[in-house]
């Protein structure tokens, strides 16, 4: 993954294929995070994809090779990458340039932000259609991020959203053209970080929003289906 500041935003440019979750995407991901706190005069984030894909979730063709125990301590360690995310001291705003699938979709409701792209690319939780039921702190997170109307059609229908119908849906907040994506994502991270939010501050209230999800995403996996 390769980090890029600009001005006071930091860009986060997810460039490794599809960006499915495996040890070796997890470990870029938080050396990324790592970086952008690092940065003491960032006042916000911004990820965005590379290609078609923003990303497809859970590479479960890897998954299904780990034994039992490690199987499950690597979705604990997807989850606490979500966590962080999900109360990250910066403003943050997904740039969703392409498909977000499954855990990938988590990913983009962990931001404070989301602006999809308009012409191509879909939101959804195929789940139902893998026969992968959800698991608890997945569910909590949809549930705290998802419109309520969009529970049933989303979470266990699997609906397909393009960026005009995730718009209309409240799911995404904007929809833009691929060529002005990366710079609507930081035009809106700026305008939401304003001059600047108190780190501490941002990430406390972030936490007592999102309390349910952040405890269910902070508890170890006694179980994953590998279907």
């Known amino acids: 993954m390769e980090v890029e500041k600009i001005g006071a935003c930091v860009v986060i440019h997810m460039n490794l294929g599809e960006n499915r979750f495996n040890p070796e995407t997890v470990k870029a991901a938080h050396e990324a995070l790592d970086k952008a706190e690092s940065y003491e005069d960032a006042k916000a984030l ?45 403003v943050t705003v997904a740039a969703v340039n392409g498909h977000a699938y499954a855990g990938g979709a988590a990913l983009v409701l962990a931001h404070d932000y989301k602006i999809m792209r308009s012409d191509r690319g879909w939101f959804c939780l195929p789940e139902i259609h893998n026969r992968v039921p959800f698991a608890v702190p997945a569910i909590k ?15 266990v229908l699997g609906k ?17 053209s691929l ?24 990430a406390t209230m972030k936490r007592d929003l999102y309390r349910d999800a952040y405890r269910a995403l902070n508890e170890p996996v006694r179980f994953y289906s590998k279907m």
């Open 46 to 90: 911004v990820t965005i994809g590379k290609g078609k894909y923003y990303s497809l979730g859970m590479d479960l063709e890897q998954v299904a090779t780990m034994p039992g125990l490690e199987s499950l301590d690597f979705v604990y360690e997807v989850q606490r990458l979500l966590a962080r995310l999900l109360t990250f001291p910066l």
């Open 141 to 155: 997170v949809f549930k705290a991020h998802l419109p309520v109307t969009e529970h049933k059609l989303a979470m």
């Open 179 to 202: 060529e002005n994506l990366k710079d609507s994502a930081i035009a809106a991270a700026n305008r939401l970080a304003g001059d600047g939010l108190d780190r501490k501050t941002l």
């Open 160 to 176: 397909r959203y393009s960026g005009a119908e995730a718009k209309a849906a409240g799911i995404v907040n904007e929809v833009s």
